[in-house]
């Protein structure tokens, strides 16, 4: 059952709110954007050998970004993979809206998210995701990558701009071969 809003509109801030506890005693703590994908892939609706593939390309991406010295770059990676490589489970798609609009406010910064579900009704797109845990194999495709994200953080996190907009579904495009039409 979806609780709608005095708009008629879905009413996100109850799913905000379960989903996203501010104690840090229940459920898990995510210090950083991938990690917070991780652990998204991780309870989604997933079958377990792609949850450990896409885990383990994550884990792979982390450390590439620390190699790098460049660390701050995992808000635009986590945000373009979450787009790309999950989508709702059928009739859920508040859930996805919610945890939509988590990823594309993270930034740079440290933020503590808590995640107090123990499942979510988040399924893979099959083809990008695998095509995204390939990405180790291809490093001149995760070097192009990194030169995007780079360009897109150059204005900072804030900034919207259709060029970004741009940029990132050709982030997308070159990580996992996701062709979209982004609109954030």
Known sequence: ???????????????????????????VTCSTPLELLAHVV????????????????????????VVREKRGLEYVFANALFYSCLAPAAGNESIYAVLERKFRTLDRRRQDVTISKKSLPIVARE????????????????????????????????????????MTALLIRVLTGYRSSLTM
């Open 42 to 65: 991780g309870i989604a609706e997933i079958n377990g050998s792609l949850k450990y593939e896409a885990g383990r390309a994550i884990d792979f991406l982390r450390e590439y970004l």
């Open 1 to 27: 059952m979806t609780i709608m809003n005095d708009l008629g509109q879905p009413d996100t801030t109850a799913i905000s709110a379960a989903l996203f506890s501010q104690s840090t005693s229940v459920g």
């Open 127 to 166: 083809t990008p995701m695998r095509r995204f845990i390939l990405s180790d194999a291809n490093r001149v495709a995760l070097i192009r990558a990194f030169h995007i994200a780079e360009a897109i953080d150059a204005d900072g996190p804030w900034t919207q701009t259709p060029e970004k907009d741009d």
